[in-house]
């Protein structure tokens, strides 16, 4: 015989522990973004500061080999060595060619032009970016982008001022030299679209691995072929400078995601134009001219507007593109 059935207690309405989510500290993640951008800034200005004196080959081979070193002791301490096979080859080795003539072609744009010059004609690459996605991802775009991109190529006219059209004073190099940061721009579209190719579950430090790996042997294939500029101490301490930049850019990109959207951080990267003008203008006396800097503000307005049209979609990088900003 059972008894009557007692009466249910209800559960204590105790408050859930809050979880983390990735975008809980947007003004952290902003924060976290110019720092990196401003930590490239500073290897930038070691790399410009080099090709005075070094080839840019040995540069990419000294630079990429400390940052290779790097990398493989991560992945020993982690013990995910395995990481290293990569399931979509074709893919890695575009994207590995791409940054690797990027870097390339960036390099030697510092050396001929200043740097916030050529960091704003790199700039365009989110116009490069679509248009490629068009082609090849097959990406639906709205006429509001379609403008946007046609704006961008109109700063970069601007910019370059080719033929001395738009001033009677055009800038120290000419046009030509121009060139090399715009197409450092398309290389470092055909490494983004080439990084959404990539198979989701491959390691991002093992992408960065071969990534790097080609920069290194491309580079001491150039140095080979030229001369070699033997590195003292104080050039040695420049260049374990500039990995440890790029690094520290990469640990806070990645991280500006952690606690921000995307969408969010990553337009604060053109902060770093502002680094570099400041930079050039205190170590080599860089005064842009007009043309650039209105050229410069266009194709800032122009990414910016892009950016925001890809926030109404689901255009979000890889870990991979988080974690190579640029050359």
Not at 46 to 67: C, H, N, Q, S, Y
Not at 147 to 153: D, N, S
Not at 158 to 169: E, W
């Amino acid at each position: 015989m059972s008894g009557p059935t007692p009466p249910t207690i209800p559960a204590p309405n105790l408050p859930q522990p809050l979880r983390p989510t990735t975008s809980d500290l947007p003004t952290k993640g902003i924060a976290f973004s110019i720092m990196g951008s401003f930590l490239l800034t500073l290897n930038d200005t070691i790399a410009k500061f080099l090709t005075a004196d070094w080839p840019v080959g040995e540069i990419m081979a000294l630079r990429g080999t400390v940052i290779l070193f790097v990398i493989i002791g991560l992945l020993q301490l982690k013990g995910r060595m395995s990481a290293l096979r990569i399931q979509n080859k074709t893919a890695m080795g575009v994207r590995a060619l791409a940054i690797t003539a990027a870097t390339f072609t960036f390099l030697t744009a510092l050396s001929l032009m200043p740097m916030a010059d050529a960091l704003a004609i790199v700039f365009i690459s989110p116009v490069f970016s679509t248009l490629l996605a068009i082609v090849i991802l097959q990406e639906t775009v709205g006429w509001r982008r379609w403008i946007a991109m046609a704006v961008g190529f109109a700063g970069v006219f601007i910019a370059l001022n080719p033929g001395g059209l738009l001033s009677d004073a055009p800038a120290a190099y000419g046009w030509q030299v121009a060139m090399l940061p715009l197409v450092t721009a398309l290389l470092t579209a055909i490494r983004d679209v080439s990084s959404r190719r990539l198979v989701s579950g491959d390691d991002s430090l093992a992408i960065m691995f071969y990534t790097v790996l080609a920069v290194v042997i491309s580079g001491y294939t150039t140095v080979t072929a030229g001369s070699w500029q033997m590195p003292g101490l104080f050039d040695i301490a420049l260049i374990l400078g500039a990995a440890a930049f790029m690094f520290g850019a990469y640990f806070f990109q990645i991280e500006s995601f952690r606690f921000a959207p995307v969408n969010l951080v990553a337009p604060f990267r053109y902060i770093s134009l502002i680094f570099a003008a400041g930079m050039g203008y205190a170590i080599w006396n860089d005064i842009p001219t007009w043309n650039m800097a209105l050229g410069s503000i266009i194709i800032v307005a122009s990414g910016l507007v892009i950016w925001w049209r890809e926030r109404q979609g689901a255009a979000n990088p890889t870990e991979a593109e988080k974690m190579e900003p640029r050359p």
